[in-house]
T-cell receptor
């Protein structure tokens, strides 16, 4: 089976940097993804890491360490619109199934 | 390109009834996955289809079933509805040659309420 752990809530101020951690235990692993979901909306793909290291896309970066079964999402220059839930998800080694973490609710304050 | 579309967007059913939800993936995408999202259980994988074949199934009872058509459109069916089936049902599509984790696009979901 697969299980993922991430903090349930994080609060930060506008302009700050926040890191959302994700640790996972899996019986098969292909990659780690991150999704953003605003209240009432659908999850939106943010990033994907299959190899160790840092992937940067604008203000968002994602990191993976396969040996530590750990990854994180880094959000820089926080804006109010970044207030949302963020989910990490593991792709199984067949590449056809995503298992999601419980989500981290990020609140950005002025 | 048009995004993933799901119909209907909202649905109210009573216990014991059955329901069919529809999903049209992004044009050219051949992989379609279904998820159930509830406040208590989070986002849970239901099943994934590729070229009309179910490639993987999550840990849900047999009341949950699905299928995919030759045009990649997919349907999921829930029979003998229970109160606990009230949830947001999300469909997601991926390009055929990539792993689902690399790029998966979600539809707006169907919100099902079982009374």
């Amino acid at each position: 089976g697969q299980s993922l752990e991430q903090p349930s809530e994080v609060t930060a101020v506008e302009g700050a940097i926040v890191q959302i951690n994700c640790t996972y235990q899996t019986s098969g692993f292909y990659g780690l993804s991150w999704y953003q979901q605003h209240d009432g909306g659908a999850p939106t793909f943010l990033s994907y890491n299959a190899l160790d290291g840092l992937e940067e896309t604008g203000r968002f970066s994602s990191f993976l360490s396969r040996s530590d079964s750990y990854g994180y999402l880094l959000l820089q220059e926080l804006q109010m619109k970044d207030s949302a839930s963020y989910f990490c998800a593991v792709t199984n080694n067949a590449g056809n199934m995503l298992t999601f973490g419980g989500g981290t609710r990020l609140m950005v304050k002025p | 390109k048009a995004g993933v579309t799901q119909t209907p967007r909202y649905l109210i059913k009573t216990r014991g009834q059955q329901v069919t939800l529809s999903c049209s993936p992004i044009s050219g995408h051949r992989s379609v996955s279904w998820y159930q999202q509830t406040p208590g259980q989070g986002l849970q994988f239901l099943f994934e289809y590729f070229s009309e074949t179910q490639r993987n199934k999550g840990n849900f009872p047999g009341r949950f079933s699905g299928r995919q058509f030759s045009n990649s459109r997919s349907e999921m069916n829930v029979s003998t509805l229970e109160l606990g089936d009230s949830a947001l049902y999300l469909c997601a599509s991926s390009p055929s040659l990539r792993q689902v984790g690399e790029t998966q696009y979600f539809g707006p979901g169907t919100r099902l309420l079982v009374l």
